[in-house]
């Protein structure tokens, strides 16, 4: 149940605060069991940018970190958003905020590079992450009777 409402906003990663990277810890030792602080800040400097969730009194209650990646395929530049750590306090699960500010993401960095191809590498735990991939994008993988291209493993 959703206690009151969140507002997303994208940050880049080295704009965090101090206070933010705690309160993010706090948040996956809250969420998950055998969380390692030393491993979460060493993979947190390797992103780009984080979708930080805040409730009405600014207390971070969420966020998913983002690695945008420049790659090529077939000779041609294409951009790759991997998702990583992403969590969201118990009480504020079934907000769609964060789908919304990970498809605004998408979208901004689509329309600034409209050629280029953009994928996404998302590693799920659970079948409703999964659904939001088979949601929205034309075409994902791992798929019932279709094999993945192997220019893209």
């Known amino acids: 149940m959703i206690r009151s409402s969140i507002r997303a906003r994208i940050e880049a990663r080295h704009r965090l605060s101090d206070v933010d990277r705690t309160q993010m810890l706090a948040l ?6 055998g969380v390692e602080s030393q491993r979460f800040f060493s993979d947190l400097a390797e992103k780009s940018h984080v ?6 009194t600014g207390t971070l209650v969420g966020f998913s970190t983002i690695r945008l990646l420049h790659e ?5 530049p294409v951009d790759v958003v991997f998702s990583g750590d992403t969590v969201i306090a ?3 699960w079934g907000s769609k ?7 605004r993401f998408c979208l ?14 998302l590693l799920s735990k659970g079948f409703r992450t999964y659904l939001l991939a088979v949601n929205y994008f034309a075409t994902t993988f791992p798929q019932p009777h279709r094999v993945a291209p192997t220019k893209l493993v």
């Open 72 to 76: 090529t395929l077939d000779a041609r």
């Open 90 to 92: 118990p009480e504020y």
């Open 28 to 33: 996956m030792h809250t969420c998950y069991d």
């Open 97 to 103: 905020e964060l789908q919304n500010a990970f498809g």
């Open 108 to 121: 901004f960095h689509k329309m600034r590079h409209p050629l280029r191809q953009l994928h996404w590498l």
């Open 51 to 56: 979708i930080v969730l805040r409730s009405a």
